[in-house]
């Protein structure tokens, strides 16, 4: 596994990863990605740790099914809804609205579309996001910002096995990579721990896609994310190199079914990770923020 920082995945292209982000789904939220929010979702019955505050980060790429699971369990929680993109916005305060004439708008606290308080929040839920970050670290670090001393972050993302059969067949057909490269999971881990969260809990899963043809599988890795890698084809693909991906694929990646159905692997990563009182290296000068502070101040001395 690589080590250096410099030389680990993701490789991505900044510009193409900012233009995927302002897209809005076209018909919902991915069927993969609701499928890793329901899996996700199931795992906080593990944890003993009730939010009375969460946000909800990209929730439209992330799942918005997953972010109605999440209001159903933190049913008197406040809830914050997070969308980095503005445009964005108004877009996923539509299809999170609860109409006035349905119960669900009477069940609880409707989440606010507004930065969380100061303090932070007890949860941040963020789904399928990490993976299409050009800069993860800054990411991290921002999730970091969010999250209230003792509340926890959990996140899931695609791993280095995703897309594996395609990826054999680009290599063997001498086309450029079909997608950026995943990172491993134990490099999230080193990554949380840089950016201030204690002792996270990472683990994965296989989950393998079928089609009934290849045109079918096509149209949902559309919807899945782009490909990002800089030195992804740059130009227009034509009829023939379709038509020979198509051909080319249940070759690469038959179902057990036979009969030109398709099967593709995807890693899934879940992870989460708690964010600990701040500990401060005393010196002749320290600066702490003002929210560290108070934290400190609440549980005693500074490096105590």
Known sequence: MTTDPAQRPPTIDATAAARWSRLAPAAGSPWLH???????????????AQPKRWADWAP???????????SRRYRTAESFVIEPEAALVPVTGRALAAPWWTARRWQGPQPRFEAPPEEGVDLLWANMALHMAADPQALIARWHRLVATDGFLMFS?????????????????GWPPPSHEFTDMHDWGDMLVGAGFAEPVMDMEHIVLTWP???????????????LHPQRFRALRGRRWHQALCEALPRFAPGAEGKGHIALTFEIIYGHAFKPAPRVALAAESAVSLREMRSMLQRGRPGA
């Not at 609701?34 to 019955?45: A, F, H, K, S, T």
């Open 213 to 227: 043809s290849a045109e079918r599988a096509l149209a949902e890795l559309r919807t899945l994310g782009r490909n």
């Open 60 to 70: 439209l790429h992330g799942g918005l099914e997953a972010h109605a699971l999440l």
């Open 34 to 48: 609701e499928e890793i929010g329901r899996r996700m979702e199931d795992r906080l019955q593990w944890i003993k």
């Open 157 to 173: 993302c695609l791993g280095p096995d995703t897309l594996r059969e395609l990826r054999l067949l680009h290599e063997a057909s």
